[in-house]
């Protein structure tokens, strides 16, 4: 076997930052070689400049041995290299054929045409070979996650790709979805192509990976084969300390319901009913929470229960009270706090200091507000302890949000949301894009919460977390709640497929977390 | 607004298209009705207004500046370049069509230079917009503004006067017998520009749907980044859909003049808001070549009839308040039909190894 | 359409850098603008050259051009600084500071008002049309103390509803709003060319006008001349209206609840801001400074109304514009679109040179204002040694690693 | 081509300041000129073939014949008028002996401008000013435009061909476009009105506004909707818009009928469907107004009234088809006139009086 890729001695400089510092890295032709690291460690960067999307500072790309320049992606397909990006690069209201040829239409009439007709038979040619299904006349934007993957993967096929450069592929997948791509991959190199695929999670890296090449902070850090490595090795040279996975979590007598939704369902953009019926309680000094993969209604039922989109029908009460009616102020004053989803789009206004933001939600409300006018003193000396208490860098409450780094940005908005004094915290993926450090505090400040006697509703698509603090786990698939279990008995597995919408076959209702009161069922 | 609004438009837009012209059909089928019974009523003037060969003819005559324009603005917004310059586009065209006429003497010399003039236009707006990033909407306002005090500025200083000379015009052509046939004559019995706006309609929309440009003008307004990484040049397409947008209005702002053979320039000069219509007429008819087309004659009709409603003193309106019926249509349409669903990129800069 | 991202690239932008960018413009724009002269004095006819370069005669003179442009606007300061010259000058400032303003607060609220001018030319009418009917019914003595706010009152009131259709249209129809206002301002201009010229019509006069609104309901001229259409009292309150909505957007909840929705609709609607209700609020608020312009114009320009009300609503878009939607700036841009009108007027007299070149300077200022990289570009070739790291990330917010395990 | 001639042709521009007041203006003698005069035209510019035409031909002849010197400025809105008016009143340099104000909407500004400035002498052309300082000059168009009216309604009744158009005797339809509605125009559309009527009671007299004196698209689409339904004759008192009106008749092959000025003349491509244009010697109220200055003869506060007997208007046949017109329809127009002026036949001035 050739050596298909040689990165030597990559540097990118950004402003500021140095992402990749002097890499270098080999791989194998017709292998699975996987890039792992932490966040900002440098990997998306680094295959930008596989791929022809960034020059590199310095360094040199090797293609089969022949060093090439890339200056667009133009050339880097020319020489058989094609990228799935982590956010893809589809265009929503164009078909799967419309897509795949983008950019290599066939044509007719002397270039005057595409000819629509051959291009559907070469994506309907191509995806038989790999075994793939995809409807080649169905719009992106109808499809699923997985199924616009394969239409990327067949993208880069039908550009003549060799090597095949997968960003993060597996992080929108459920666990099932995982192997069916593990298995697309398998196909692909036994057919000869060679795989790069970027990760941070060490199972799938093992399973998948021929060979794997660690980066923290821009440098590669070691390669190594897969079979001649275990886990834990690879978690220090990614993290660059020991990891401890654990979370301490005393347990705790839950209290009374602080919110209860009945029967709730909730339509989204497009009139279609993504939430059906679905009832659950959280009660005070519990953590209630729920996995499902994206997209299965999680998001539409939290903003229905914090008031930034209409119910359909059914309730949400809180501490006993019915809320329908309240708007979204009233919820935040009333002690509801939230963190959002996206923290760029709704958790923070970009172009606000920190000040700002840090009364967002309270600018009404005394003791920032009084007649309307805004109290700016109090209000700053509000985000200086926000910054202080929950270790915000840089400590800058003058600097605009959007000169702080992600993990920054979601540790204001969490302390934020926490300094409210709420009795209920709806948490949405709140360590999502944050490093280690900041996830074990932001945890931990949660579980703080629970101790005090509050209500957290926790969303995430990360398995560990919802089952690690979570005292009651639903899962959602399709707006419904398949079952709510207990975190501490249910298997990856079972979840997974309860995740995949189907009930494992080795179910024992003893699993329920509330085998009195199966989800779904009326009091 | 959110994705989330924009998309809830879409598909309430389609509904509430289908119910307008549901009510707009409506309302011709009782005008027809009443007017078929009782021809000498109102209605029945109304109706043998609306169906005679003349108001055709004038809303064919109005729409080819804003059909042309239209065509234009698509191109661009669809490529993720919001052109809200058309006005200015048209503008300027409509003084060079007239003056280059004038000094050659030939009215189709005097078209093509009206088109070299809005297109070097477009693309000054083009390189304002994707080389230094400007801001689309006020890079458009701005070329709406240099137009609307150049013309006039250049037709006093070459002829003393904001208003040209009377040039030669574009005379028409008519088919023999086929233009004898009524209202549907007038589609025979028309300038040249009427028939070029109906293939320039066929020809963007075939552009737009069935070529590989075409394909790329609408990722690059969808998403601009999976056409990049895609391989192909998003800069070079919006540049060539600002481009072509300037060559569309162009046909239509010397379409404008060269009917009637004089630029006048005071106040909004003879273009007088139609590239703004413009902008209205592929709004509302969601970016399709052949929507666009329609609403534009649907906003033109309107205005026919109500020049001829006025002359023959059919409906006692004040005159004054006739000349708002278009306008109030579309305000009402508007608020029936909502929000079109823009491309997502649109109006964003895009720029090749931008994260 | 791209409000957001007009707003993030104006508001944005450090009040220093805006001002040497806005500085800049003009200035290329007055070079671009001496080309042109030039080249239109070569283009036309005349006897003896007005200016000679380099050996050419050229028929206009931008030296004096500007000279008259932007000197003459001012008239002769030091023999009298009350001259009519500088009043005009004035006049037209006070005027265009409303609707720039105007146009600041929609902006800043996320929303195009393109609508100002309908909104001003309502707020003008029916103050003009009010006024003389209400005028009979108060006594003589009190008249200006109560005519007067009273007018203003009115321009606000209509012009703020005129404001608040198409921001209902935007909230609750999704209609949008640079459409809209500007076939409203269409309408607006057609009825009130009707009502003038029907029921309120001036029977006295030829004109299209209405009846004139009686000497006490106006304003008062203070120190300048009456005849110069000039009152200090307007200009004053022109200029304490701009720090009171600059004070509203910047210290009180209701201007926290307008810029949060200008900038990012989403997290205001987190914030627990009711996105539409803002809507119609900020178009109305906007609406009614518009209509208070109207009412001014009225009351201390014309003395009546009179269809064929002059682009003071685009001229307020651009003064916006150049100001970065501040408030405060709007005060100085207003200023220098307020020399451009009466300087162009000057030019007209003084010189043979067409006066819409004035609108070319006009759009020229405005697309160069449009264009900040360039003259950031510029700015880094020619202050090469200044840090390239200042300055916040030049990304579209797609920082902060969007990974998920 | 361009630029400086320096052949000391027509137009000389001369620049006289050293204070910065500079001043541009046409003379035909050697030194300082006789007289300064400032002309303020009505918004719609200058080319628009008519009304503010006609007045720059008035300044013309009294520039060439008296050797004044003269400056215009064109406003672009009703609301500077006051400003342009002042600019000239308050000139040092050259001091202005005559400021000319065109159109009767600078009537209201005038007063106040005569007011602030008792030593300026203004003339003002279309309305009346009450001002010891303001020569006022208006016309009779409604009686001009009634002789138009005759003509009109007694052709299409008519089988008449000639150059470039024809009637439809089959149908009695003529049309009236005017630019902006209000007093003045009305005494156009009355005017004709009456005199189609005076002509044959039966025949229909369509007519539309199209809100401007500068928009000729729509004033050809306004008489091609009348042209389609009938008319064969269309009269215009819309200055620019006008040129739509002629555009339209040529390519209906029908007539029209000019104003202001002869248009067959103006518009010299249009000369083959322009049957005849109601003249208004806008450029004879200047030229006096002028003369008189020059002569020390100006008489403040008093108003010249021009009617068909002061030949302040009148019909005048097109250069290219007057000679056409039969004679008995040009008998009748005279004698009409005559009637006008011995005041046997009294024209009304409002539309809605006929
Ligand atoms: N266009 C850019 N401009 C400036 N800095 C950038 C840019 N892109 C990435 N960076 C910075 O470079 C570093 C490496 O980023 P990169 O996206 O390669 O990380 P990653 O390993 O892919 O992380 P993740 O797991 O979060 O996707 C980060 O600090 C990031 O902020
Ligand atoms: N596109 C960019 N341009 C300039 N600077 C950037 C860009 N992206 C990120 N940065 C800067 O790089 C640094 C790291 O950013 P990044 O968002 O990748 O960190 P993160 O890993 O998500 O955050 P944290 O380390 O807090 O968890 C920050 O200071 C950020 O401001
Ligand atoms: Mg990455
Ligand atoms: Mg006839």
Same mark, same amino acid.
């Given at each position: ?51 022809? =999307? ?130 697309? =991959? ?260 949660? =579980? ?76 | ?355 | ?405 | ?14 620049? &006289? ?32 073939? &008519? ?165 000729? &698209? ?115 127009? &005279? ?20």
């Amino acid at each position: 076997m050739s050596t298909a890729v040689r990165l030597a001695g990559i540097t990118k400089w950004f402003p500021g930052v140095i992402a990749n510092d002097d890499v270098d890295m080999s791989v194998e032709g017709g292998t699975v070689h996987a890039l792992l690291g932490e966040n900002g460690a440098g990997k998306t960067t680094l295959m930008n400049v596989l791929y022809g =999307l960034y020059e590199p500072t310095e360094g040199t790309v090797y293609i089969d041995g022949t060093p090439r320049s890339f200056d667009s992606p133009r050339v880097a397909i020319d020489a058989g290299i094609g990228m799935i990006h982590q956010h893809f690069m589809l265009v929503d209201p164009m078909t799967v054929t419309e897509n795949i040829t983008l950019g290599n239409e066939p044509r007719k009439w002397g270039g005057l045409a595409t000819d629509r007709k051959t291009a559907r038979e070469e994506v309907v040619e191509l995806s038989e070979r790999y075994g793939f299904d995809v409807d080649p006349d169905a719009r992106i934007e109808d499809i699923s996650v997985g199924a616009q993957q394969r239409v990327e993967i067949l993208k880069a096929i039908y550009r003549g790709a060799d090597v095949l450069i997968l960003d993060e592929p597996t992080a929108v997948l459920t666990p099932q979805e995982v192997e069916e791509l593990f298995a697309v =991959l398998e196909e692909l190199t036994a057919q000869g192509k060679t795989i790069i695929f970027i990760s941070h999670k060490l199972g799938e890296v093992l399973e998948a990976a021929d060979e794997v090449t660690v980066l923290r902070d821009g440098k590669n850090v070691g390669t190594v084969a897969t079979d001649e490595t275990t886990r834990e090795e690879l978690a220090e040279l990614m993290v660059g300390r020991e990891v401890l996975m654990e979370v301490d979590k005393p347990a705790i007598d839950a209290g009374d319901s602080l919110l209860s939704v009945r029967d709730l369902s909730v339509e989204d953009e497009r009139d279609v009913e993504v939430v059906e019926d679905v009832s659950f309680e959280v009660r005070s000094g519990e953590v209630f929470g729920i996995a499902g993969v994206d997209g299965n209604g999680q998001a539409e039922l939290v903003e229905a229960i914090t008031g930034l989109r209409p119910q359909e029908s059914g309730t949400v009460s809180f501490e006993g009270e019915p809320i329908d009616e309240w708007s979204r102020r009233k919820r935040i004053r009333e002690g509801m706090a939230y963190i959002p989803e996206d923290r760029q789009e709704r958790g923070l206004v970009m172009e606000f200091d920190l000040v700002e933001n840090g009364i967002l939600g309270s600018q009404h409300a005394e003791p920032f507000a009084s007649d309307g006018r805004i109290d700016w003193d109090t209000s700053r000396s509000h985000a200086e302890d926000i910054i202080q208490k929950y270790d915000v860098r840089p400590p800058n409450a003058d600097a605009d949000a959007v000169s702080f780094s992600g993990g920054n940005q979601q540790k204001f908005i969490v302390g934020r949301e926490f300094e409210r004094d709420p009795s209920v915290v709806v948490a949405t993926h709140p360590t999502r894009g944050v490093d280690i450090g900041s996830t074990e505090f932001i945890h931990e400040r949660l =579980l703080d919460l629970r101790r005090e006697g509050k209500g957290v509703l926790l969303i995430s698509s990360k398995l560990e977390e919802v089952q690690g603090l979570s005292d009651r786990l639903a899962v959602m698939y399709e707006g419904k709640i398949m079952d709510v279990v207990d975190p501490e008995t249910v298997t990856e597995e079972e979840l997974g497929l309860l995740m995949a919408g189907e009930y494992p076959d080795s179910y024992e209702s003893s699993r329920r977390a509330d085998a009195a009161e199966p989800a779904g069922e009326r009091r | 607004m959110s994705e989330a609004t924009l998309r809830s438009g879409l598909t309430r837009g389609i509904d509430s298209r289908l119910l307008v012209a549901g009510i707009a059909l409506f309302g011709l089928a009782v005008i027809g009705v009443l007017g078929v019974l009782f021809p000498s009523s109102d209605a029945g003037q109304l109706l043998s207004i609306m169906t005679s060969k003349s108001t055709m003819s004038a809303t064919l005559r109005l729409s080819v500046p804003i059909a042309f324009a239209a065509l234009g603005g698509i191109f661009a917004e669809k490529s993720g370049v919001i052109n809200i310059g058309l006005e200015g586009l048209l503008i300027i065209s409509a003084f060079g069509g007239v003056y280059f006429t004038d000094v050659t003497g030939s009215p189709w010399l005097g078209v093509a230079a009206g088109v070299a003039a809005s297109t070097l236009l477009a693309a000054v707006f083009a390189v304002v917009c994707i080389e230094f990033r400007a801001d689309q909407i006020i890079a458009g306002l701005a070329i709406w503004l240099i137009a609307l005090g150049l013309a006039p500025f250049a037709s006093q200083v070459v002829y003393g006067g904001p208003n040209t000379t009377n040039v030669p015009t574009v005379g028409t052509i008519t088919v023999p017998y086929l233009s004898e046939l009524g209202m549907v004559g007038a589609f025979f019995d028309a300038t040249p520009f009427v028939y070029l706006m109906f293939v320039a309609v066929a020809l963007s929309w075939w552009t737009l749907n069935r070529t590989a440009f075409g394909r790329w003008v609408r990722a690059s307004g969808e998403n601009p980044k999976a056409l990049d990484t895609a391989g192909v040049d998003v800069q070079r397409v919006r540049y060539a859909a600002a481009i072509l947008s300037g060559i569309l209005a162009g046909i239509g702002g010397a379409a404008l003049s060269l009917s009637l053979g004089q630029f006048t320039g005071n106040g909004p000069t003879m273009v007088n808001g139609k590239g703004f219509i413009a902008i209205v007429a592929y709004l509302f008819g969601n970016y399709n070549p052949i929507g666009a087309m329609l609403s534009t004659m649907l906003f033109a009709g309107l205005d026919a009839l109500q020049l001829t409603l006025q002359a023959r003193d059919v409906f006692a309106i004040p005159q004054p308040l006739v000349r708002t019926i278009p306008y109030v249509t579309v305000i009402i349409v508007l608020a029936l039909v909502g929000r079109t669903r823009i491309p997502e990129a649109a109006g964003d800069h895009y720029e090749s190894g931008e994260d | 359409m791209s409000v957001k991202d007009v707003v993030e690239r104006l508001v944005g932008a450090s009040a220093f850098e805006r001002f040497l960018i806005s500085g800049a413009a003009l200035l290329l724009s007055i070079a671009v603008g001496f080309v042109l002269i030039l080249a239109a004095g070569r283009m036309t006819t005349c006897g003896t050259a007005a200016a000679t370069y380099f050996g050419v005669g050229f028929c206009y003179d931008p030296f004096l051009i500007y000279d008259r442009l932007f000197l003459g606007a001012f008239g002769n300061l030091s023999a009298n600084p009350l001259n009519g010259q500088f009043a005009t000058t004035l006049s037209e400032t006070t005027i265009l500071m409303f609707t720039g303003v105007a146009v600041a607060v929609a902006f800043r609220a996320g929303i195009f008002n393109i609508g100002t001018q309908g909104q001003l030319v309502v707020g003008g009418l029916v103050t003009a049309v009010a006024l003389p009917a209400v005028a009979t019914t108060i006594p003589a003595g009190i008249g200006a103390f109560v005519l007067l706010p009273f007018g203003l009152l009115l321009g606000a009131l209509t012009g703020g509803i005129y404001g608040a259709i198409p921001g209902a249209l935007k909230a609750y129809a999704d209609a949008n709003e640079v459409i809209t206002t500007i076939m409203l301002n269409f309408v607006a201009t057609s009825v009130a060319l009707y009502l003038a010229q029907s029921h309120f019509k001036d029977p006295e006069s030829f004109a299209t006008q209405t009846v004139a609104i009686p000497d006490r309901a106006l304003f008062p001229s203070v120190v300048f001349n009456p005849r110069d259409d000039f009152s200090l009292v307007a200009f004053g309150l022109a200029v304490v209206l701009l720090v009171a909505v600059y004070l509203i957007l910047e210290r009180t909840s209701f201007g926290y609840d307008l810029r949060t929705s200008g900038l990012q609709a989403e997290a205001a609607e987190y914030g627990g801001v009711d996105a539409a209700r803002t809507v119609v609020a900020s178009m109305t608020f906007s609406g009614a400074l518009a209509g208070i312009g109207g009412a001014i114009y009225v009351l201390m320009v014309l003395g009546n109304f009179q269809p064929g009300v002059p682009d003071y609503g685009f001229d307020g878009i651009t003064v916006s514009i150049l100001a970065g939607n501040n408030p405060l700036g709007v005060g100085l841009a207003a200023l220098l679109f307020g020399v451009l009108k009466s300087g162009s007027i000057v030019v007209d007299v003084a010189t043979d040179v067409p006066p819409q070149l004035v609108g070319v300077l006009r759009g020229l200022i405005i697309l160069f204002v449009a264009m900040p990289e360039f003259f950031r570009l510029i700015g880094r070739r020619i202050w090469t040694f200044e840090d390239e790291s200042t300055g916040r990330p030049v990304t579209d917010g797609g920082v902060g690693g969007e990974s998920d395990e | 081509t361009g630029g400086p001639s320096g052949d000391g042709g027509t137009e000389t521009t001369g620049s &006289s300041g050293e204070g910065g007041e500079s001043e541009t203006q046409q003379t035909t003698g050697a030194s300082e000129p006789e007289a300064h005069v400032g002309v303020v035209y009505a918004t719609g510019g200058l080319g628009d073939g &008519s009304f503010n035409d006609q007045a720059q031909q008035g300044i013309q002849q009294a520039a060439d014949e008296y050797g004044v010197a003269y400056n215009e400025a064109q406003p672009d809105e009703v609301s500077q008028f006051q400003n342009f008016q002042q600019q000239f009143a308050s000139s040092t340099n050259p001091n202005y002996d005559l400021v000319a104000c065109i159109g009767y909407l600078q009537a209201d500004s005038l007063s106040q401008t005569a007011q602030s400035y008792p030593d300026q002498e203004f003339m003002i052309v279309d309305s009346t000013v009450d001002a010891d300082n303001v020569a006022s000059y208006v016309f009779k168009e409604h009686q001009g435009s009634f002789l138009a009216g005759q003509m009109a309604g007694l052709l299409t009744t008519q089988e008449f061909s000639a150059g470039d158009g024809q009637t439809n005797p089959d149908q009695k339809t003529v049309g009236f476009v005017g630019g902006v509605e209000g007093g003045l125009i009305a005494k156009f559309e009355a005017g004709f009105k009456a005199g189609v009527k005076n002509a044959d009671d039966s025949v229909e007299v369509q007519s539309t506004y199209v809100g401007s004196f500068n928009d000729p &698209s729509a004033g050809k689409e306004a008489a091609l909707s009348m042209y389609n339904s009938g008319a064969d004759i269309v009269y215009h008192a819309a200055g620019n818009t006008g040129t739509g009106v002629f555009q339209a008749a040529k390519e209906q092959g029908a007539f029209a009928i000019g104003v202001d000025r002869d248009q067959s003349l103006t518009k010299p491509s249009f000369a083959g469907v322009i049957l005849g244009s109601m003249v208004k010697r806008v450029d004879t109220a200047v030229y006096n107004a002028v003369e008189s200055v020059v002569n020390g003869e100006f008489e403040g506060g008093s108003t010249v009234t021009l009617g068909l007997e002061q030949d302040g208007v009148a019909l005048v046949y097109g250069d290219s088809l007057g000679s056409e017109i039969p004679s008995d329809v040009k008998d009748s127009v &005279s004698s009409v006139r005559e009637e006008i002026i011995s005041g046997s036949i009294s024209v009304p001035t409002d539309p809605s009086e006929v």
